[in-house]
């Protein structure tokens, strides 16, 4: 993937835990390299297809220096949220911060942290059973795209559905969702978790009626067996209900372990089960 790099760019600061760092301030090195397809404005020869890096520096320097940090681990996360969530063209960044003037009291050329982000592509899937079904998909979903590290760009039709497990409660609600995120799979889980409860979602029976249920089904190409978030979601490709409204977003993903596409998943579901 293309790259445009800015390498050892030079900022006072006042970062630092000590109290003298944050009222003398000291010199930073921040090194930016940036990841975003530049055949376009290489082919159009125009400034808006790509990535000012002189307004980028500018601005970067002037977020750099808004606010002060203990820890440059801080700093370098907050400057590389800055660019992701500013600049659409970049796909990933990668932060170097050097502090050359670290007080160790060592003889060392510097101190550097470095942290590679980048966005995520997440699908989900949600669901309701109790009062307003409709309106807690929508309220659920409005809270997901609120949040400043997520971006819902796709969302599909809602789907009246038969419950599966405890069957004595009402029919469900579901829909999925294609949401951009920066977070991580656990903070994106805890989120999740928050906003269930945020619209009062009681746990008392497994499988049991809800206001609301979150699910993450797939993450980028993530195969994970965390207990807290296993990735994929381990019965999705069971699930008609859950597969129907991932094929109204994009019918040809492929599963990560099964390798199979949705649709086929889906055609090969429908054999066997209905909505």
């Known amino acids: 993937m293309d790259k445009i790099t800015i390498e050892d760019l030079e900022i006072f600061a006042n970062h ?24 376009k404005p290489g082919l159009s020869k125009t400034l808006s297809d790509t990535v000012n890096y002189a307004e980028l520096s500018d601005r970067v320097e002037e977020e750099f220096q808004r606010e002060n940090f203990d820890l440059i681990e801080t700093a370098a996360e907050k400057v590389a949220e800055f660019i992701l969530l500013n600049y659409d063209l970049i796909q990933s960044v990668k932060v170097i911060l050097k502090k050359p003037w670290a007080p160790v009291k060592k003889h060392l050329k510097y101190v550097s942290v470095e942290i590679e982000r980048s966005w995520h592509t997440v699908y989900i899937g949600l669901g ?43 029919n469900f609600l579901n829909c999925a969702a294609e ?17 269930e409860k945020s619209l009062k979602r009681e746990r008392k029976i497994h499988w049991g009626p809800r206001t609301i249920d979150i699910d993450i089904l797939l993450y980028d190409d993530l195969v994970t067996y965390d207990p807290h978030c296993t990735i994929p979601h381990p019965r999705m490709a069971e699930r008609l209900f859950v597969i129907t409204p991932l094929c109204d977003i994009n019918p040809y993903l492929v599963h990560p372990i099964s390798n199979k596409r949705l649709i086929n998943i889906k055609n090969v579901l429908s054999k066997t089960q209905s909505l």
């Open 16 to 39: 630092g835990v000590l109290g003298e760092e944050k009222v003398l301030g000291q010199k930073f090195l921040l090194s930016l390299y940036l990841t975003l397809d530049l055949r």
């Open 128 to 170: 309701s059973n109790i009062a307003d079904k409709s309106q807690n998909l929508k309220d659920a979903l409005k809270i997901i795209d609120d949040n400043y590290l997520c971006k819902i760009t796709k969302t599909s039709n809602f789907y009246t559905t038969r419950p599966v497990g405890y069957l004595n409660q009402d």
């Open 179 to 195: 949401v951009k995120t920066l977070m991580t799979p656990n903070e994106l889980m805890d989120f999740f978790l928050e906003t």
